[in-house]
């Protein structure tokens, strides 16, 4: 989970769909006051984790991607806070 100012966030990285489908969506959950609620789902390859890191003000959440049903040369993918969603 991770925090930007007043707002708070929960990503789940989903590794799989099926046994055979490897690109799938993860989600990140925002915080509701009383449960996390969908605030945007994002492709992921074998999402495996997310991490959250702020640097001088500016919030950013980076998935690890492990591989995308034919191989596992694929790139991670760092994402920027906007206001509204990563």
Do not use: K, M
């Not at 990285?13 to 996390?36: D, E, K, L, M, P």
Request: charge should be negative; hydrophobic fraction near 40%.
């Amino acid at each position: 989970s991770s925090s930007s100012s007043s707002n708070h966030f929960l990503a789940v990285a989903n590794h799989r769909s099926a046994a055979v489908n490897c690109n799938v969506f993860s989600v990140i959950y925002q915080w509701a006051g009383t449960a996390f609620t969908p605030l945007q789902s994002i492709a992921t390859h074998s999402g495996w984790d997310w991490e959250y890191f702020s640097i001088e003000g500016s919030h950013y959440l980076a998935v690890a991607n492990l591989f995308d049903c034919t191989n596992n040369d694929i790139n991670s993918v760092i994402y920027q806070w906007n206001g509204c969603h990563f």
